[in-house]
């Protein structure tokens, strides 16, 4: 007696169990990610200039908020979201140019990205800690 279909394992894709994720799709996905992390970090942002407005003692707890371990580690990566956003998208203004479709191109500046990301982030937290006090 034959099976039925229903009863028959589905066949596996071998480019699902092969895939293994490129520079560009990560970059992508991080691109969107990212974009989502700055919209959060925005309202953050007019949480910190409402308690400035509201006085010392909200201002105060927003900082001490800000100031701890936790804060910095959110702070800092928003500040790599940033980065990260602003790099990808001067890629795609380039590829929107018509420029840097070969596929040597499309890898070099999807490690520019993530190196400039980085090297920008340690900067920026550099001149706040040197600048800051």
């Known amino acids: 007696m ?65 100031a701890s371990w936790l804060g910095q580690v959110v702070l800092f990566g928003c500040t790599f979201a940033f980065f990260l956003h602003l790099c990808g998208g001067i890629r795609h203004l380039v590829w929107d140019m018509g420029y840097g479709y070969e596929l040597g191109s499309i890898y070099a500046s999807g490690w520019t990205v993530v190196a400039g990301s980085v090297v920008l982030t340690v900067l920026a937290w550099i001149a706040s800690l040197v600048l800051g006090g």
Do not use: C, D, M
Request: no cysteine; glycine share 4%; hydrophobic share 50%.
């Open 2 to 66: 034959p099976t039925s279909p229903a009863k028959r394992p589905r066949p596996l894709s071998p480019n699902i169990q092969n895939y293994r994720p490129q520079l560009t799709s990560v970059l992508s996905i991080a691109n969107r990610i990212s974009g989502v992390l700055l919209s959060l970090a925005a309202v953050v942002l007019v949480i910190w200039l409402l308690a400035a407005a509201a006085g010392p003692e909200a201002y105060a707890v927003v900082q001490g908020a800000f």
